[in-house]
């Protein structure tokens, strides 16, 4: 029956699975149909709005996922059972991107340092707000940023391959730049950017 609280679930699952095949129209529609059956269940809100983004459909994807955000605290009047980052830090970093391809930087900063003090140890979200303070050139806080993250995550490649870049952009952190590369290189030594960097350098 509609209003059995595994039926929402199934639509979510079915949705997902839809997405993992790449089939993005089925997706969609498995979500439409089951938010008319329950117009603000998170989950549903969630692969509908990621399931917009992989098509390209930005607007509608920062729609879903604005509205699941102000929906996330609501109490439950159904049993469920998903991931707690959906109802935050996870949606706040989808959501970011999706500003960030919408030229909506500003807005994107917002929701990735709310979603690190949601999540700390959220690789993508501190990887995803280094990008974008290196994409605006503003090294000091990028650098700070990125190596903050490193001491919570020190066994992430991506943070360090990250601050090497940083480095190498500002210019006159070159002696810093050449340690950076060779601690990646020290961890991926087959990294052919690294060793493309480190010669260059």
């Not at 391959?161 to 060779?182: G, R």
Request: some cysteine; glycine content about 4%.
């Amino acid at each position: 029956h509609p209003t059995d609280s595994t039926v929402r679930k199934c639509y979510a699952m079915l949705a997902h699975a839809h997405r993992n095949q790449g089939d993005l129209t089925a997706a969609l529609a498995v979500c439409r149909e089951g938010l008319r059956v329950a117009p603000d269940d998170l989950e549903l809100l969630f692969h509908e709005g990621l399931t917009h983004h992989q098509m390209g459909a930005l607007t509608d994807a920062e729609s879903c996922l604005v509205r699941l955000l102000s929906i996330a605290n609501r109490p439950d009047s159904h049993f469920s059972s998903i991931d707690l980052g959906i109802r935050s830090y996870t949606t706040r970093h989808n959501l970011a991107v999706v500003y960030t391809e919408q030229g909506k930087d500003a807005e994107a900063e917002i929701q990735w340092r709310r979603a690190i003090s949601e999540e700390p140890n959220f690789l993508a979200v501190r990887l995803g707000l280094g990008e974008l303070l290196l994409k605006q050139r503003r090294f000091s806080e990028a650098r700070a940023h990125v190596e903050q993250s490193i001491g919570l995550l020190p066994e992430s490649l991506p943070l360090r391959v990250l601050l090497s870049h940083v480095l190498l952009q500002a210019h006159d952190e070159l002696p810093a730049a050449e340690s950076a590369l060779k601690e990646v290189l020290a961890r991926d030594d087959a990294n052919a950017e690294a060793q493309h960097n480190l010669g260059t350098l």
